[in-house]
């Protein structure tokens, strides 16, 4: 899922020596490399079949979040970086996370609450948007 959804969404304008870096450091070995090294993934399930993930590093970074084409716009990417905010949270995060946008995805994580934090950067050709979400303690 994350391979088509990179190729059709986030890398069609990285360099193809980029696409390749991206898609080799996020395939499912590596994705199973950073479960072993403490990230922790949630998903989100229709008939038995993942329609969507999120991963997050060390309680505040939002690593990850993708839901298959067919089950995007219905709210559940918005469901699952709930369930991830909340645990996080519940595991002792005060409020502060991070995450590195493609270009496509901005707008959304700004409905989430999550501002721009750096302008776009561009680490050998994979483009990224440093943003920041910061809850205030009630």
Request: aromatic content about 12%.
């Amino acid at each position: 899922m994350l391979e088509q959804l990179a190729r059709t969404s986030i890398t069609g304008e990285f360099s193809p020596l980029a696409q390749e870096k991206f898609l080799r450091s996020n395939d499912a070995a590596a994705i199973h490399g950073f479960i072993a090294h403490g990230f922790q993934y949630w998903v989100a399930e229709s008939n038995q079949a993942i329609i969507g993930f999120v991963g997050v590093r060390d309680n505040s970074h939002l690593y990850h979040l993708f839901v298959a084409e067919p089950f995007q716009r219905q709210g559940i990417a918005r469901q699952l970086w709930r369930v991830a905010q909340e645990a996080c949270q519940a595991a002792g995060n005060p409020g502060r996370f991070t995450v590195n946008s493609s270009n496509n995805a901005v707008a959304f994580y700004e409905s989430l609450g999550f501002r721009r934090s750096h302008p776009m950067q561009d680490s050998d050709g994979v483009l990224y948007n440093p943003m920041i979400m910061e809850i205030p303690l009630t």
